[in-house]
């Protein structure tokens, strides 16, 4: 019977090989003589608990972090306009990308959907990018709403609650 190399899957030509004649790899998994440091590669695998906390802190970081993101970015985008218009919307998609990405991590480990790597760098620029809008969007929120309400409260007497109502004789 042949044997199948555990590194690179080659089935041998001899019957009991000691090295795969595909990558040389010693076929009974013993370490060789004179490689001390030499073990068997161990795929990657997909922190399940990081992914998922990626996203509860920004939506769609756990998508990135599983290699996905673009879909990383359009979930971010769609929990902020959710968060903006209605805030039921926002929080049901912000569940979702935690829930995803959890998910999604644990079917790369198990192999049911194609490994992607993790790219420090797309995480970064997310980070960026995420930062940039929610502080364009808190500006946005200062200068419609909060500043025009600050303004009317500055232009009341501080003893004359009768401008706040703005009924001459409700106290």
Not at 20 to 31: F, L, Y
Not at 84 to 89: C, D, E, G, T
Request: glycine share 12%; charged share 10%; hydrophobic share 45%.
């Amino acid at each position: 019977m042949h044997e199948i190399c555990p590194h690179c899957g080659k089935v041998s030509n001899e019957e009991f090989p000691r090295f795969c004649s595909g990558c040389g790899a010693r076929m009974d998994g013993k370490t060789p003589a004179g490689y001390p440091g030499y073990s068997v590669p161990v795929p990657e695998q997909k922190n399940r608990l990081i992914a998922g906390v990626c996203s509860s802190f920004l939506p769609g970081l756990g998508q990135v972090y599983n290699g996905e993101t673009a879909k990383g970015f359009a979930l971010f985008i769609l929990t902020l306009a959710g968060l903006a218009f209605l805030l039921i919307p926002g929080i049901i998609v912000w569940f979702y990308a935690m829930y995803n990405a959890y998910a999604t991590a644990g079917k790369m480990n198990a192999g049911e959907v194609p490994f992607r790597e993790t790219r420090v760098l797309h995480m970064i620029l997310f980070i960026i990018f995420a930062v940039v809008v929610i502080a364009i969007a808190l500006l946005v929120l200062i200068v419609t709403v909060i500043d025009p309400l600050m303004s009317q409260l500055g232009t009341l007497d501080s003893g004359n609650f009768n401008q706040l109502f703005g009924t001459s004789g409700f106290i």
